[in-house]
């Protein structure tokens, strides 16, 4: 990825990253139209469930993008002995967060479906699916630990291969479990664990064939403290995502469960359009990557702006798709009239923001790959929490707004968010190219000894 055709390599990772994230989504969209034919009430559990387990999943979505910045330079100047120990430590870190995430999970689910406005013959329903999940937690955070690394190396392939068939495993094991063995909601959320488990081990099955050896989980503080500089920001950012989309739920459960129910179901959809967008973020950050390691500022560059020309185009295909089809799509899950018309009406006040979108995730994702993950993390604090909230809570607790006003305040602080990321990104780059130091800790290397 160091030579060659920049907008070659960008097909040739996010195309296979991006259909690996489809089959994700619809992965989760079959969840919902299987609880939806359970019940309404199950529906809103399982989206209400969803959301919670979200949040104590950032770290392993941290994990995959830390393992990613930090193999990527390594993959880029050939040092495969590197590589290999990086994954190493990923593994072990990836292992302790684990164990960290189960316990948390423990205490905080309860108290998050209520603040999420759950009622009472919903709030079971959510902990039925949560205390499932939670027991399989560890297979989701060394699949993401996993897939960074493959995708740091090059291969978005394999995790593509493994969100294929376990949507399509998906599809088969949730109306045998949750209909034929009348296992309900938490048949869902087995079904899920068991997929997660399976696609674990293909992933280190191919990343030993790849690094000809068996990966070892393995602890060296000073290198968990390297990944964590990483790990951390990248963490912390989607908590803030996901700490912002909690209270965001929380406002719209103010006026009633179906209407959490249906923003829920219109966010996946919104996901499906910018997964795309989201391949194009994985292929940036892997490429941009190798060529910092490299030494090739200027592939670095090219690699992101090539990318914005290329998520221009996918928003001209998502956007009419969102403002005229967005009814068809909901009605899919849920005969609900009130279900529909929020996720329609989410969906097409939204289609104004899905180019700002697209900025954010690649600047996010060259920056990341630049190791530069501290700004992201702060327009994360601002752009999902502190600003949407304060506005958000004023509006509708204190003047009591309309719910439409909540969709409008995120569309704003989007774009104006996407052009302050845009600045930030092209200044970075071209102090890369004048040759500044990469990180503060760059400037002070610390050894780190190949195990």
């Known amino acids: 990825m160091t030579t060659g055709s920049v907008l ?45 387990f979200f949040l104590l999943l950032a770290v392993g979505i941290g994990i995959q993008t830390g393992a990613s910045a930090v193999i990527a330079p390594e993959s880029g100047r050939g040092q495969r002995d590197r590589v290999a120990f990086w994954v190493d430590q990923a593994f072990g870190l990836a292992l302790f967060f684990s164990v960290l995430v189960t316990l948390c999970g423990w205490f905080l689910a309860e108290p998050l479906i209520r603040f999420l406005g759950a009622e009472p013959h919903v ?14 937690s560890f297979t989701f955070i060394l699949t993401f630990a996993a897939a960074g690394a493959l995708m740091a190396i090059g291969d978005t392939r394999s995790n593509r291969n493994a969100l294929a ?50 990966s070892v989980p393995r602890c060296q503080w000073e290198s968990w403290l390297t990944l964590l500089r990483q790990v951390l920001p990248a963490s912390f950012n989607m908590l803030t995502i996901i700490v912002g989309g909690f209270i965001t739920l929380s406002l719209i459960g103010r006026f009633g469960s179906e209407h959490v129910a249906g923003y829920s179901v219109g966010l996946r959809l919104e996901q499906v359009l910018l997964l795309p967008a989201l391949g194009l973020n994985t292929a940036v ?46 009605s899919f899950f849920s005969s609900d009239p009130a279900i529909q018309a929020t996720g329609a009406t989410y969906l097409r006040i939204d289609a104004i923001a899905f180019y700002a979108y697209v900025v954010l ?70 102090r890369l190219a004048g040759g500044k130091p990469e990180t503060e800790s760059d400037q002070r290397p610390t050894r780190t000894p190949l195990q």
């Open 8 to 52: 070659g390599h960008l097909a040739r990772l996010s195309i296979p990253a991006s259909m690996g994230m489809i089959f994700n989504t619809l992965y989760n969209l079959t969840d919902f139209w299987f609880a939806g034919r359970i019940s309404d009430d199950a529906l809103a559990g399982v989206s209400i469930a969803g959301s919670v």
């Open 123 to 136: 709030a079971p329903l959510s902990m039925e699916y949560i205390a499932t999940t939670l027991w399989g």
């Open 165 to 214: 068939m376990g949507f399509l495993a998906n599809l088969l094991l949730n109306p045998l479990l949750t209909f034929g063995l009348q296992l309900g909601v938490t048949g869902l959320a087995l079904a899920t664990v068991l997929i997660k488990g399976a696609s674990a081990l293909y992933l280190y099955h191919v990343l030993t064939r790849e690094l000809g050896r068996r």
């Open 285 to 330: 950050m892997a490429i941009a990557g190798q060529n910092l390691g490299a030494g090739q500022p200027q592939r670095v560059r090219e690699t992101y702006i090539k990318g914005l020309q290329i998520g221009l185009a996918m928003a001209a295909v998502s956007i009419p798709v969102m403002v005229y089809l967005s009814p068809a799509m909901m």
């Open 361 to 430: 995730f690649l600047s996010t994702a060259t920056l990341q790959a630049m190791k530069r993950p501290l700004f992201p993390m702060y327009m994360g604090i601002a752009r999902q929490l502190v600003i949407p909230v304060s506005i958000n809570y004023w509006l509708i607790v204190h003047q009591g707004f309309p719910m439409m006003s909540i969709f409008y305040t995120i569309i704003s602080v989007v774009v104006i968010a996407s052009l302050v990321a845009h600045w930030y990104t092209l200044r970075q780059l071209l």
